[in-house]
Nanobody
Framework: QVQVAESGGGSVQAGGSLRLSCEAS????????MGWFRQAPGKDREALAG????????HYGDSVKGRFTISQVNAKGQVFLQMNSLKPEDTGMYYC???????????????????WGQGTQVTVSS
């Protein structure tokens, strides 16, 4: 059974930083494509950052470029999101998406991912 768990969310003031972690287990293959998304109340799930399986290619949403950094330990199912210079508009539920398999380029759409965690809440106050 595949499980995806996000952690590291919390409440911070504008300008602060948080580091989110995501760990996937129970996957069949030893290579994965992973990405981070955000969903605010009443809004669609927004792509924030994605990694190719080898970690060499990254994609960032326009709203987080230059402030957020995605990284992984290896392609086995653990990914991080370092978030700096946080803004109130970054508030939302943050989700990690996982597709079990190889991707040469980062995946960008929620429908490209197979597995999701329960999310971790990030609240940024002004």
């Amino acid at each position: 059974q595949v499980q995806v768990a996000e952690s590291g969310g919390g409440s911070v003031q504008a300008g602060g930083s948080l580091r989110l972690s995501c760990e996937a287990s129970g996957l069949i293959y030893n290579t994965n494509c992973m990405g981070w998304f955000r969903q605010a109340p009443g809004k669609d799930r927004e792509a924030l950052a994605g990694l190719s399986t080898d970690g060499k290619q990254t994609h960032y949403g326009d709203s987080v470029k230059g402030r957020f950094t995605i990284s992984q330990v290896n392609a086995k199912g653990q990914v991080f999101l370092q978030m700096n210079s946080l803004k109130p508009e970054d508030t939302g539920m943050y989700y990690c998406g996982v597709r079990n398999g190889y991707c040469s380029n980062p995946l960008k759409r929620p429908e490209d991912f197979t597995y999701w965690g329960q999310g971790t809440q990030v609240t940024v106050s002004s």
